[in-house]
């Protein structure tokens, strides 16, 4: 079975710009959830998707936004960016008989 | 206090020894553990994934959860240099929203 996909892998983008990250879970699973990973914060969870509908939601801005497909794929959006947002953002999906998270390779976003 | 604390090292050893990672947690309602290893710019790898109290072993690796005293551990026998990564323990509850938390991660360095 092929893992988790993320793309792009790099992102440049400046302040004020919107960005739009893309991520493919593994075949079957139905939930997607999104993570930003800092050096000073650590894990931190934005939000997750099951079949079209997010189902939770962490502590970040409005400006981080998400949605996913009836095939499962899910986007995530931030706008007008800050210089914060640098990270590394992670999507990880889940589905079958357990609620383990398999992890894509992330989306490395520096915000200049 | 964290709802999940982890020490993050780094933690330095020589090759072969064993290690102990370890990670402590407030809430009583955490019933599925996981232990996740990260390399450098990559996405957390799933290694262990443990439910409710006892030990699990695969290969060179042991998780163990102690619930009574809200701490688990994972350890690894033989460490071996490729075993140099970031490890991240993570904990959900049972039921509802099974979002882990997640520990900041241990940094572990084997050196030959």
């Known amino acids: 079975k092929a893992g988790v996909t993320q793309t792009p892998r790099y992102l440049i983008k400046t302040r004020g710009q919107q960005v739009t990250l893309s991520c493919s879970p593994i075949?079957?699973?139905?939930?997607v959830s999104w993570y930003q990973q800092t050096p000073g914060q650590g894990l931190q969870f934005l939000f997750e998707?099951?079949?079209?509908?997010?189902?939770n939601k962490g502590n970040f801005p409005g400006r981080f936004s998400g949605r996913q497909f009836s095939n499962s794929r899910s986007e995530m959006n931030v706008s007008t960016l800050e210089l914060g947002d640098s990270a590394l953002y992670l999507c990880?999906?889940?589905?079958?008989?357990?609620?383990?998270?398999?992890f894509g390779p992330g989306t490395r976003l520096t915000v200049l | 206090q964290k709802e999940v604390e982890q020490d993050p090292g780094p933690l330095s050893v020589p090759e072969g020894a064993i290690v102990s990672l370890n990670c402590t947690y407030s809430?009583?309602?955490?019933?599925?553990f996981m232990w996740y290893r990260q390399y450098s710019r990559k996405g957390p790898e799933l290694l262990m994934y443990?439910?409710?109290?006892g030990n699990k072993e695969d290969g060179r690796f042991t998780a163990q959860v102690d619930k009574s005293s809200k701490y688990i551990s994972l350890f690894i026998r033989d460490s071996q240099p490729s075993d140099s990564a970031t490890y991240l323990c993570?904990?959900?509850?049972?039921?509802?929203?099974?979002?882990?938390?997640f520990g900041r991660g241990t940094s572990l360095i084997v050196h030959p």
């Open positions: 990880a999906s889940s589905g079958g008989t357990t609620n383990e998270q398999f």
């Open positions: 075949s079957g699973h139905r939930s």
């Open positions: 998707y099951f079949s079209e509908t997010q189902r």
């Open positions: 809430n009583s309602a955490f019933q599925y």
């Open positions: 443990t439910y409710s109290s």
């Open positions: 993570a904990m959900s509850e049972a039921g509802g929203s099974y979002i882990p938390t």
